[in-house]
């Protein structure tokens, strides 16, 4: 088990720094000097006159005449070391800004995983267990719908009936304990359909299987079947989905911390694009990036806990 | 889409600043927006928008994407690992946050728009398309289509291709909902289409100010979207149990 | 007549609801086990055994119906509550399953799997439960013991995994066993193994068992009587010698001389899907014998000379 994990965290690293590579590629096609953003943003106002020699002076200081490579090179150096560069409107070093800013998108992110797992998986078996049935046609109906909806519409709405006609809930910011709730729901509402759905089918086809059929012939109790035989074989397909949906969970709270200012790394992104801060998007980037494969390599550990196939990998005989 | 443009008596772009803020009524189905834009026309020229990028995206991500799988799947060896790699870094990103530096970088519009969504998924399509293709190597048929003597090119283009294409057009279809709110994600951000375009997205964003005076300016698109987004999913649900009712836990894998 | 009768169906239907209607899997079944006898019931694919085997054991799909009765110990089952069904299941009326490779959990190791048995059914002790596993994977001969309970499904072979579902039929020492196919997909060396063990665990525990098979040589080895079925019909029915010696139904003689060791004489034709059931005698389109009278009138099973042979031939005994 170890072994596979040490494998894992490798593989996990090198993937790492290839989508630090790849963003950081992607960035530097931006059109416009960089020199030029950086004066503009940095030293001085955006009407002020641009001189050559300041030009010049801004490049050699940030390196930005060598080729990309070595830029990079540059970067990952200091990466690896903790230097993640200056933010060049904020002026304070990369990391810091997003360090202070991760535990907030954490809150929110892991408050609407957890709801949304705890609604939609029991959701999900019982329709299985039901399949054809009311529930199932209803519930599949409505999580088709809700995965129609827009998060930020929805993000819009929600503030429309709760803040605006409603008045029972604040709007933005983090100012009483009350303002995760909505921000925390539209996340939530976008994981529900796929969470159900994955359930579901997965939950109808191991209930479909020979192995189920056995435990029922040694005489189990229907709930004993489920409980022992048929959620642990549900498990996996569960938890590398519910992997996957934290992905979309951190592409979503770009949106959803923009509309409800919520201090996250995803608001921060948002105002880093917005303000052409390189190093800054470079940054918040790389450290969703990270959030994501650390939740996938949290689920191929415990896909392999569970599954001996995984871990094992093949007979002895 | 032809329905549409007949249903319009108002021409979308027309700015009347003195109708500006109308409550929906009998003129104006889903009432102004603040330029004294009629929000129903707009909507339904939205809708070519929107359902158009989407379209876009799905076949050109597609077409690139099941290229690279089969290639992949059938090459096999150094290709293969190569190519999944790529695929698989691609995949690290969540979509959002590429398309984001995707457009941070190349600036808005919506030609723009379409690139940075069919670089996000190209790969989801690659790697369901070498999937299937290992899959359909493995089976005995290859093996004698190899044996009688088949050119490789023969073999991807007469038996690789019709068997998987099935299972690509039921993924495909079940995208198209979510490349509608990702493109329209993009446009609210400002990051996509532009002013004055009716795309839905960027008419909420501008009906954001106007929510207490004017709600409609915001609901209308968003409600279109839901309506679109949800008949394209429930299409693609109806193909996918028709076809096979197996493909759809893949597709929501990706 | 010492013994007493265990199970005994009385005018079995077993229908199954498909699309365009209705299937007749099993036709008017009567047949009874008495304790600690074996009885084999042989025929093709597709006609009829296994769905009479899972009636039994009530594990028949949704779409199925049972018209008639199955008594256990005079007692009808397919009446029954499910509530009061299930006490007997795995406890006195068990299984051994086909397809080893499929009805395993693949994520619970394989003692586990035989040990839920025991606790379900005799003691609440997880020791003793092991205990006893490890006895029976001994008695069946699987090598590597006590290593091996720990073992998952994927990392036996097929005849281990068979020999694990043979402990698991057997844990709680139930009155009658269901086996399935026991010796599908093995090659002649594991099947000879796993006959022998089979056969071994009935003496042991006495245990009654309906043996579902296409294998004459299973037949021949474990069970004291047969009976042949074709086309959701018991077409011949007596003990295993005489039958397998004397076969009197034109289809037994066809398929004892269809063995390698006979001839390989294939019989003509092929049997009929359930949906297109021939009019009268349904054997009648590949009998050598079958005249006009075989064509309408659909024949009874009729009593051989010899006691408890009967064979469905209007020409039986002659």
């Not at chain 1, 819009?156 to 995760?180: A, E, Q, R």
């Not at chain 1, 994955?198 to 004993?224: C, F, H, N, W």
């Not at chain 2, 048929?141 to 690509?168: E, T, W």
């Not at chain 3, 009197?248 to 066809?254: D, E, L, V």
């Amino acid at each position: 088990m170890l072994k596979f994990a040490v494998k894992r965290v490798v593989a996990c690293f090198f993937v790492l720094i290839a989508v630090s590579f790849l963003s950081f590629i992607v960035l530097s096609l931006a059109p416009g000097d960089t020199a030029v953003t950086i004066l503009t943003h940095t030293f001085i106002g955006f009407d002020d006159i641009i001189h050559d020699a300041d030009v010049q002076t801004v490049s050699q200081l940030y390196n930005l005449d060598s080729p990309l490579i070595l830029q990079y090179w540059a970067w990952l150096k200091g990466a690896l070391l903790g230097n993640w560069g200056t933010s060049y409107v904020h002026n304070v070093p990369v990391w810091s800004l997003i360090l202070s800013k991760i535990p907030y998108t954490l809150f929110l992110g892991l408050i609407a995983f957890f709801a949304a797992f705890i609604i939609s998986v029991p959701m999900g078996l019982y329709a299985a267990a039901h399949r054809n049935g009311a529930f199932d046609h209803i519930s599949r109906f409505v999580t088709i719908f809700f995965g129609s909806i827009p998060n930020f519409w929805l993000a819009l709405v929600l503030i429309i009936v709760f803040c605006i006609k409603l008045n029972w809930l604040p709007v933005t910011g983090i100012g009483s304990p009350l303002n995760f709730i909505l921000p925390g729901i539209t996340l939530m509402v976008g994981m529900i359909p796929t969470t159900f759905r994955i359930t579901r089918s997965s939950m109808s086809e191991v209930m479909g299987q020979d192995y189920i059929a056995t435990a029922k012939s040694k005489g189990l109790t229907p709930p004993q079947i489920v409980s022992k035989h048929a959620l642990v074989n549900v498990a996996p397909s569960v938890i590398t989905m519910a992997g996957l949906e934290i992905g979309h969970i951190l592409g979503g709270s770009v949106i959803v911390e923009t509309i409800f200012v919520w201090p996250g790394i995803g608001k921060l992104l948002y105002d880093s694009i917005i303000s052409k801060d390189y190093p800054m998007m470079q940054g918040c980037i790389v450290t969703i990036s990270l959030g994501y494969i650390i939740a996938m390599f949290l689920v191929d550990v415990i896909t392999a806990s569970i599954d001996p196939r995984i871990r094992l990998g093949g007979s002895r005989n | 889409m032809t329905v549409g443009p007949s249903l319009c008596t108002h021409d979308p772009n027309a700015v009347k600043y003195s109708e500006k803020c109308i409550s929906p009524c009998a003129e104006y189905p889903f009432g102004t927006d603040f330029s004294g834009r009629c929000v129903l026309c707009r909507v339904i020229y939205g809708a070519h928008i929107s359902i158009g990028v989407a379209l876009v995206v799905v076949v050109v991500g597609a077409f690139i994407g099941v290229t690279v799988g089969i290639v992949a799947g059938y090459a096999g060896g150094a290709v293969d690992s190569i190519l999944m790699r790529l695929v698989e870094i691609m995949l690290s990103f969540p979509g959002t946050i590429f398309a984001l530096a995707v457009l941070g970088t190349l600036g808005n519009g919506t030609i723009n728009q379409i690139i940075a969504l069919t670089v996000v998924r190209w790969a989801h399509y690659a790697r369901l398309a070498r999937g299937e293709t290992l899959t359909v190597m493995n089976s005995d048929y290859i093996q004698a289509a190899q044996a009688i003597g088949n050119s490789r090119l023969r073999i991807i283009v007469s038996y690789i291709f019709p068997n998987i294409i099935g299972q690509i057009i039921v993924i495909a279809t079940l995208s198209i909902g979510p490349v509608i709110l990702a493109g329209a994600a993009l446009s609210y951000l400002g990051l996509g289409a532009q002013i004055p375009s009716p795309e839905w997205g960027l008419m909420i964003n501008g009906g954001k100010e106007y929510i207490r005076q004017a709600p409609w300016i915001t609901l209308a698109p968003g409600m279109a979207a839901v309506l679109t987004v949800f008949a394209f999913n429930l299409l693609g649900e109806g193909i996918g149990d028709m076809i096979d009712p197996r493909l759809k836990e893949k597709a929501e894998a990706d | 007549m010492d013994s007493k009768i265990l199970i005994q169906t009385d005018h079995l239907y077993v229908q199954f609801a498909i699309p365009n209607g209705k299937v007749c899997a099993v036709n008017d079944l009567n047949l009874s086990i008495k304790e600690g006898e074996v009885l084999c019931l042989v025929g093709e694919s597709g006609c009829g055994k296994s769905a009479f085997g899972n009636s039994i054991l009530r594990l028949l799909p949704d779409n199925a119906t049972l018209q008639g009765h199955i008594y256990y110990y005079g007692k009808d089952i397919v009446r029954m509550p499910e509530k009061e069904f299930r006490l007997l299941r795995g406890k006195e009326i068990a299984c051994i399953p086909q397809s080893a490779a499929t009805s395993l959990n693949p994520l619970i190791e394989c003692g586990k799997q035989v040990d839920e048995v025991y606790l379900l059914h005799k003691e609440k002790n997880k020791s003793a439960a092991r205990k006893n596993t490890l006895r029976l994977f001994k008695m069946l001969g699987l090598p590597r013991l006590p290593e091996l309970a720990g073992d998952y499904p994927h990392e036996l072979s097929g005849g281990m995994k068979q020999r694990v579902l043979v402990a698991m039929g057997t844990a709680a020492e139930p009155k009658f066993i269901v086996v399935d196919e026991p010796t599908k997909g093995l090659d002649w060396a594991r099947k000879h193994e796993v006959i022998e063990r089979i056969g071994y665990m009935q003496s042991m525990h006495n245990s009654a068992m309906l043996l579902i098979t296409h294998d004459f040589s299973v037949a021949e080895l474990l069970s004291d009587r047969i009976a042949i079925m074709y086309a959701g019909e018991v077409v011949e029915h007596g003990e295993t010698k005489q039958v397998l010696q004397k076969p009197q139904h034109p289809y037994t003689k066809g398929i004892i001389s269809a063995l390698p060791q006979n001839g390989f004489k294939a019989i003509e034709g092929f049997s009929p899907a359930l949906t297109e059931i021939p009019s009268g005698c349904r054997f009648h389109p590949r009998c050598p014998n079958a005249t006009c009278e075989c064509t309408v009138q659909h024949p009874e099973l009729q009593k051989i000379n010899e006691p408890n042979h009967v064979s469905r031939c209007l020409y039986a005994g002659v």
